[in-house]
């Protein structure tokens, strides 16, 4: 299982950016896909996830309101549209798939409910 995120890069606050990660793999399968995001010196933290089926969301608190994650299950590809951008939002992006399944998608918010992790992509907010 392979997850390719894109889509990252320098913007202005305020502005805009949208991530795409792809899934592939033949014997891809999971229920949920969440982004992560880690600035620079802290932590991974939880940002967004969404399941497959359905297209139930959750977000974290900071970027509510602020993010939207998508997913188109034909192109096996989840998306995060990121909107009034904000120089804390200054992070490496990660997308991740689990294949596990919790009732609430609050248990999403945790790292270890992950099983593949894409490489990351960088998105810088300026000032």
């Not at 899934?23 to 399968?29: C, D, I, W």
């Not at 939880?46 to 608190?61: H, L």
Request: proline share 2%.
């Amino acid at each position: 299982v392979q997850l390719q995120a894109s889509g990252g890069g320098l913007v202005q606050a305020g502005g805009s950016l949208r991530l795409s990660c792809a899934a592939s793999g033949r014997t891809f399968r999971s229920s949920v896909m969440g982004w992560f995001r880690q600035a620079p010196g802290k932590e991974r933290e939880f940002a967004a996830t969404i399941r497959w089926s359905g297209g139930s969301t959750y977000y974290a608190d900071p970027v509510k309101g602020r993010f939207t994650i998508s997913r188109d299950n034909a192109k096996n590809t989840v998306y995060l549209q990121m909107n009034s951008l904000k120089p804390e939002d200054t992070a490496v992006y990660y997308c991740a798939a689990g294949t596990g399944f919790r009732g609430s998608l609050h248990y999403y918010t945790r790292i270890s409910e992950y099983d593949y992790w894409g490489q990351g992509t960088l998105v810088t907010v300026s000032s």
